[in-house]
């Protein structure tokens, strides 16, 4: 047996004559696929290869997890694709030396078991899993810009059918235990308990595989293929265009043309991973992803630790913050003035809770969480207390000097106010360093971020804790300035008005959304304004035309009059029908501006470029970072600075010139476009 001392994995053999493999990968907390874990694989393979044992048995020495995929700092390492290609290559070679091992191979696997992970695994004979919850499948490449690239295109096919596997190649989703069984993938599942003896079993037993069954196998016919895989193509072009996202056409093609070639298809599939990952999508969607670790990252600065939450104001905002909260498995109090307020927040509560949780007794434990306390007594015992109550001054700064006293001394308070600075506030407080901002965004289980927001009494500690507390409630932590707008509504106002502006000059409103949808972004500002609710739209776009001089446009004024406020009430720039809007055909023969996108695009870039200039956040990386997470940015830009930077500083000024001298002085660049010209971060 392998007695070579290495860095990342322990072997042992045992009194069977089976050899059992641990990755532990040296100075961290999570296994990933490095180029050293996989060269010191290769070199272990060859030594079991020389002297085969009676089976090998490849688990995981962390508690953390199975393989988190491969180390995806080592993909931004790569100048070209010829380097690439052959990192690749050096990795097929040594999961095809597993594949060819003579004796069986099993993965035991306890967590998460993802890209990389599932590749080597799938390059083992057997898979056998615990049945805990934390146990989860997935090739999440695709999110990364490029697919899977260590065999497990082909692997992943030939092992569960091209329905289940394409589907979990294209969408990257992750997969439980049990999913993972019915379609084959893994071959066993066993509480944790018994995962040892069942993958000794699974190795001295050498349990017959079922084969695919027959009609899967039809569909990887070559004659289907072709026909299967247009309708995959069609999926994905619902969410992704090729021109954006190259990838999961990448891989559909690769399964059409070389599925009946395993070698070639291998081959093949190592070409394309390295021709994608030094592509621009895929550089940037890797960014994006490095960005987000380093958002989750800011939360190490405090030690700080929850159990207890107390919400006071149970609308829109503060029940479904209160719900996200027992969902991720706090103590909840939550306070409103009506009870009425607080049963309708239950009853939302309840259908999250169903939505997320599943499983019966979960949902029961999460609702025996959830607690109406009409009175307030939540506040002495919270360990974070979020005020989410009207937008009015008088009436925070009343309950903050109240809630200070009665609060313990080490509680986090904050606010979810969306335009009142935070020093108008806590000028009332006796200790106005404790407040901090926790702006959540609607709604509030499906935005990713929040923005931590310090004003300029807030003491840092404050600000570290509050991060903490949101990541822990799987939030990713922006801080940000308590300026009007902070990041998120300051960056989207300004190009959300250019919108309404265009509709005033007669655009018809699915051609601006079209434009935007065009450029990347998830949804058209004007379905994103209707979405939202007018009337919040409404009242963030009053505030912020004060300090940023924009005017409101009438088209806005008036629809919130009349009481259409869009999504929720059926009726808005467009009419809803099951919460879908309804778009009317444009009139043929109408041709937009030849300038609609610049405009809209544009008008945000330049927010953004005045909010790095006034340091809104503290840099501009993590500025991309919360325009993407906070507004659905084009991901495969790499967020907006990135993208200025990429698409030339000089031009975009000389677009903004010409458009403000056709449309008025809202396009005038902002100082900052010269400072980027010459710094880096
Ligand atoms: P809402 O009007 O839906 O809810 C406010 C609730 O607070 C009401 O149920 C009211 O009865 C209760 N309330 C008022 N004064 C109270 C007091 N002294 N004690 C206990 N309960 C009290 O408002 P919404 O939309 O949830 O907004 C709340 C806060 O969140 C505001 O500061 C708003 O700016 C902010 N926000 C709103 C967003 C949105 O999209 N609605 C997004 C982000 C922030």
Sequence with gaps: MPEANYQNWKSERDENNLVWLYLDKADSGTNVLSASVVEELGAIISEIAAEPPQAVIISSAKKSGFIAGADVNEFTHFTDSGAALLAIKNAHAIFNALEALPCPTVAAIDGFCLGGGLELALACRYRVATDSPRTRFG???????????FGGSLRMIRTVGPLAGMDAILTGRNLSAKTAKRIGLVNFVVPLRHLRTAARDVALNQAAVKPLAWWLRLANHRLVRPLLANVFRRKVAAKAPRSHYPAPYAVIDLWVRYYDQPQRMLEEEAASVARLVVGKTAQNLIRIFLLQEQLKSLAKASSFKARHVHVIGGGVMGGDIAAWCAVQGFSVTIQDRQPETLGRAYKRANTLF?????????????RDRFVPDLAGHGVKRADVIIEAIFEDVDAKRTLFKEVETSAKADAILATNTSSIPLEDISVVMKEPQRLVGLHFFNPVA????????????????????????????????????STPGFLVNRILMPYLIEAVLLLEEGVPAPLIDKAAVDFGMPMGPIELADTVGLDICLHVARILSESMNIAVPQRLNDLVERKQLGKKTGFGFYKFKNGTPVKPTVEKGYTAPGDLQDRLILRLLNEAVSCWRENVVENRNLLDAGVVFGTGFAPFRGGPINYIVHRGVEQLQKTLQALSKQHGERFLADEGWENLKTERD
């Design 139 to 149: 090739l999440p490449e695709v999110r990364l810009g490029i697919h899977p690239g």
């Design 354 to 366: 169903k939505k997320r949780l599943k499983d019966r007794l979960l949902i029961q434990d999460a």
């Design 446 to 481: 499906k935005m990713p971020l929040v923005e931590v927001v310090h004003g300029t009494k807030t003491a840092p500690e404050h600000v570290q804790a509050a991060a903490a507390f949101a990541k822990s409630i799987s939030r990713l932590p922006l801080p940000v300035t």
